[in-house]
């Protein structure tokens, strides 16, 4: 289908914000949410793993695994140096690396680097950048979660507990930071068909030995179907993740957002 963009865009809505995209190379979510917040007036920092090329010598970006103290430590002391803190934080990174196929593969390192990854990253960055947003008594807070939180993946069981606590946490920070002017939401998208998804799919298929569209079948037979008939783009996930930071979304807090073409079929 050829991709429209319906979007009126103020291009000054978050001119002089300070932002901490966490994961926003490769193409996925991340990388979506970083250009629209930067198209939206904002000075919009990343991190990963790895450094692309034309991120090199960039002043907006920063190298270190979430996934570790240090590394989220070392995200925390690059931000405070060279920008004093944020004003709106994104803690998307999360994923699922453990093998699929059942309870009796998942090992003890296992459910701890998914834990690492999708919930312990997440608090650690919160805590390390919540002091300058409460002296200055504003700020935002997101968390990427999954509809995998209430919906538990068969192929993901680890990632599905995670998310589900990171969900939790997220209410209870949201409660806590309310009354100090501080913001805090979640976003739980459906299938999105990053390159993270991508790998989990190729990573089915080797498993199972059958072959990328067979794995991707049965990942989308899992979910029960997508009733709008297809999988997410990152933009569009973006494009809530824009509002929810935005003024317009003011009065928004503690509030999981499902976006998700219909998957989840309760209430
Ligand atoms: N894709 C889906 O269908 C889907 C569905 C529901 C929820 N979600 C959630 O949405 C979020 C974004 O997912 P996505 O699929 O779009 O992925 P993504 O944004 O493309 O994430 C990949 C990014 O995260 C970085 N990254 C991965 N592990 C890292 C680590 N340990 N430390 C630092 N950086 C790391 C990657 O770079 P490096 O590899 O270089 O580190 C890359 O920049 C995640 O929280 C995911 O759980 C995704």
Known sequence: ????????????ELKGKRVLVTGGTKGGMGEAIVKRLAKAGATVITTARTTPDE?????LFIQADIST??????????????FG???ILVNNVGGSSTPTGGVLLQSDEDWQRTFDTNLFAAVRLD????????????GVILHITSIQRRFPGENTMAYSAAKAALGNYSKALATELAPKGIRVNSVAPGFTETKAAERLIERMA????CDYKDARKILMDSLGGIPIGRTARPEEIAELVAFL????????????HTIDGGIVRTI
């Open 1 to 12: 289908m050829e991709q429209s963009d319906h979007t009126t865009m103020d291009s000054k």
């Open 55 to 59: 991120l090199k010598e960039s002043k």
């Open 69 to 82: 103290p240090e590394g989220t430590a070392k995200i925390v002391e690059y931000v405070l140096e060279q």
């Open 85 to 87: 803190g944020v004003d």
């Open 127 to 138: 805590r390390g950048l919540l002091p300058p947003m409460l002296k200055q008594g504003n």
């Open 206 to 209: 080797q498993e199972r030995g």
């Open 245 to 256: 930071v935005s003024d317009r979304a003011s009065y928004i807090v503690g509030a999981e």
